[in-house]
């Protein structure tokens, strides 16, 4: 059966064709080289560490993969500052650059144990995301809510707050139940609502500068099995209908593909049907094909809208039927720059309307489908969704593009509606900004300073958001 993907693919791969035929190109589109990558060592002879997407580095003096909590503690009492501990490196602002320790807790990985009448389960938190669905699997348990992709670790998801999408749904952070925190001076702190709960608020959503989480411990439900389905939607139509659906299913989200007039709903809901796994995905070639699309018919918009919006017009669902966390995130291999607000709920579809029209009127080389999220409001102190239900937007540049344009034109657009960024995507806000945004800012930085009194853990972009 014909997928949207494959509808997508075609439809650039048409509309490439029709172009190069309709003005005589005939040479074969050049891969755009991108950014130079840095030096491979520095002048010390330390070597690079980059993050996914390229747009960060630095050269740590010291690289460190404790085993245990009791390596942990040694290396926090001894190592070089800035000490940062590093997880899938998926995250675009500086949280990991150091010219001191990068720590990772890849051998600080899998399940403790379990709790299966309390439906719960502890975690070391070097756990990447993808591994933990199996194990909570096997176990009959599974995260109700996944990010959209997988190979995050659970230490690092819960610092910057990373999140799902769902009517009444928390990020991850919403779900833990405990967690500890190995201090600066390698003390071991157990933290829950019941033990330092004031500490366990802060703590939540950490960004590395409260301490090393090593463990803790998610509320989660039984094992279900989840229907997906994707549908390709009329853009305005999708736009309009956002409030009800958002509300009409367990998991719900929207792409709006620019230069198209299209939108790409996604829904999961929980269902007895038989499995039908989802297959193998597409996603990454149809992203190239967008791409094509866009560098042969960027000189002409209205050309672009029409044959890729009548293209992808009579697209049927794609349906899948599996346990949710095989359906939930993804593997994404076309790696990208991201700057991605989360806004009051209500605010949500008119900051999309004014995000869709700029770039459709200002930026004929964006081609990455814009992607909007429903996170249910928490109160850890740090959280983008503290005291609030919010809408997320999230805009994406290819890795080899400039990404200026997210900076200069899509985030005065976001602050004006009352976002709060992502803490692991690119913003421009400092700790007068986050003061403003958040109502009990200076209560965690108070609480982060007793804690790190020397900034052992601070790096300089963590002392502007901190204002240290």
Same mark, same amino acid.
């Not at 500490?199 to 989840?226: Q, S, W």
């Not at 939930?328 to 029209?357: C, K, W």
């Given at each position: 059966?014909?997928?949207?993907?494959?509808?997508?693919?075609?439809?650039?791969?048409?509309?490439?064709?029709?172009?190069?035929?309709?003005?005589?190109?005939?040479?074969?589109?050049?891969?755009?080289?991108?950014?130079?990558?840095?030096?491979?060592?520095?002048?010390?002879?330390? #070597?690079?560490?980059?993050?996914?997407?390229?747009?960060?580095?630095?050269?740590?003096?010291?690289? !460190?993969?404790?085993?245990?909590?009791?390596?942990?503690? %040694?290396?926090? +009492?001894?190592?070089?500052?800035?000490?940062?501990?590093?997880?899938?490196?998926?995250?675009?602002?500086? &949280?990991?650059?150091?010219?001191?320790?990068?720590?990772?807790?890849?051998? #600080?990985?899998?399940?403790?144990?379990?709790?299966?009448?309390?439906?719960?389960?502890? *975690?070391?938190?070097?756990?990447? /995301?993808?591994?933990?669905?199996?194990?909570?699997?096997?176990?009959?348990?599974?995260?109700?809510?996944?990010?959209?992709?997988?190979?995050?670790?659970?230490?690092?998801?819960?610092?910057?707050?990373?999140?799902?999408?769902?009517?009444?749904?928390?990020?991850?952070?919403?779900?833990? /139940?405990?967690?500890?925190?190995?201090? %600066?001076?390698?003390?071991?702190?157990? /933290?829950?609502?019941?033990?330092?709960?004031?500490?366990?608020?802060? +703590?939540?959503?950490?960004?590395?500068?409260?301490?090393?989480?090593?463990?803790?411990?998610? !509320?989660?439900?039984? &094992?279900?099995?989840?229907?997906?389905?994707?549908?390709?939607?009329?853009? $305005?139509?999708?736009?309009?209908?956002?409030?009800?659906?958002?509300?009409?299913?367990?998991?719900?989200?929207?792409?709006?593909?620019?230069?198209?007039?299209?939108?790409?709903?996604?829904?999961?809901?929980?269902?007895?049907?038989?499995?039908?796994?989802?297959?193998?995905?597409?996603? $990454?070639?149809?992203?190239?094909?967008?791409?094509? +699309?866009? $560098?042969?018919?960027?000189?002409?918009?209205?050309?672009?809208?029409? &044959?890729?919006?009548?293209?992808?017009?009579?697209?049927?669902?794609?349906?899948? *039927?599996?346990?949710?966390?095989?359906? /939930?995130?993804?593997?994404?291999?076309?790696?990208?720059?991201? #700057?991605?607000?989360?806004?009051?709920?209500?605010?949500?579809?008119? +900051?999309?309307?004014? *995000?869709?029209?700029?770039?459709?009127?200002?930026?004929?080389?964006?081609?990455?489908?814009?992607?909007?999220?429903?996170?249910?409001?928490?109160?850890?102190?740090?959280?983008?969704?503290?005291?609030?239900?919010?809408?997320?937007?999230? *805009?994406?540049?290819?890795?080899?593009?400039?990404?200026?344009?997210?900076?200069?034109?899509?985030?005065?657009?976001?602050?004006?509606?009352?976002?709060?960024?992502?803490?692991?995507?690119?913003?421009?806000?400092?700790?007068? $900004?986050?003061?403003?945004?958040?109502?009990?800012?200076?209560?965690?930085?108070?609480?982060?300073?007793?804690?790190?009194?020397?900034?052992?853990?601070?790096?300089?972009?963590?002392?502007?958001?901190?204002?240290?």
């Amino acid at each position: 059966m014909t997928t949207r993907r494959a509808v997508l693919t075609g439809a650039a791969v048409v509309g490439v064709g029709a172009v190069a035929a309709g003005v005589g190109i005939n040479h074969a589109l050049q891969e755009k080289a991108g950014p130079p990558p840095p030096p491979a060592t520095d002048a010390q002879g330390h #070597m690079v560490w980059r993050n996914w997407s390229g747009n960060q580095h630095s050269y740590p003096a010291t690289r !460190a993969a404790p085993a245990d909590e009791v390596e942990l503690a %040694a290396l926090l +009492a001894s190592a070089p500052a800035p000490i940062r501990a590093v997880g899938a490196g998926h995250s675009f602002t500086a &949280l990991v650059p150091t010219d001191g320790t990068l720590l990772t807790l890849d051998r #600080m990985t899998g399940l403790v144990g379990h709790d299966a009448a309390a439906v719960t389960a502890e *975690v070391r938190a070097g756990t990447r /995301l993808g591994e933990l669905g199996a194990s909570l699997a096997a176990i009959g348990q599974e995260m109700p809510n996944l990010p959209d992709i997988n190979k995050q670790t659970l230490a690092g998801a819960i610092a910057t707050g990373t999140h799902g999408t769902g009517h009444g749904l928390t990020a991850i952070h919403g779900k833990l /139940l405990d967690l500890t925190l190995m201090t %600066a001076d390698g003390v071991p702190l157990t /933290l829950s609502r019941d033990k330092q709960p004031e500490l366990f608020d802060a +703590a939540r959503v950490n960004l590395g500068a409260f301490g090393i989480v090593t463990r803790m411990t998610l !509320a989660n439900k039984p &094992l279900t099995r989840v229907k997906k389905s994707v549908t390709m939607i009329d853009a $305005d139509k999708l736009m309009a209908d956002w409030p009800t659906l958002r509300t009409a299913h367990r998991n719900a989200e929207f792409y709006l593909i620019p230069f198209t007039g299209r939108g790409i709903l996604i829904t999961h809901d929980e269902t007895s049907e038989p499995v039908k796994p989802r297959g193998v995905d597409h996603d $990454d070639e149809g992203v190239k094909q967008l791409r094509q +699309a866009r $560098d042969l018919l960027g000189w002409s918009p209205w050309l672009r809208r029409k &044959l890729l919006s009548g293209l992808t017009a009579d697209a049927p669902p794609e349906i899948a *039927v599996d346990e949710g966390w095989k359906l /939930l995130s993804n593997v994404r291999g076309v790696p990208f720059n991201e #700057m991605e607000y989360h806004l009051p709920l209500d605010a949500q579809i008119d +900051a999309l309307r004014e *995000v869709i029209t700029t770039i459709e009127t200002r930026r004929p080389d964006v081609f990455f489908p814009i992607e909007a999220r429903i996170i249910a409001r928490d109160d850890a102190m740090l959280s983008p969704f503290y005291q609030r239900e919010s809408g997320s937007i999230a *805009v994406h540049a290819w890795y080899k593009d400039d990404y200026a344009f997210l900076f200069e034109l899509i985030e005065p657009i976001l602050r004006k509606h009352g976002g709060r960024p992502h803490w692991g995507k690119l913003n421009s806000l400092g700790a007068a $900004d986050f003061r403003q945004l958040y109502p009990r800012f200076d209560d965690a930085a108070k609480l982060r300073a007793a804690l790190d009194p020397q900034g052992r853990l601070l790096n300089p972009y963590l002392r502007k958001v901190f204002g240290v």
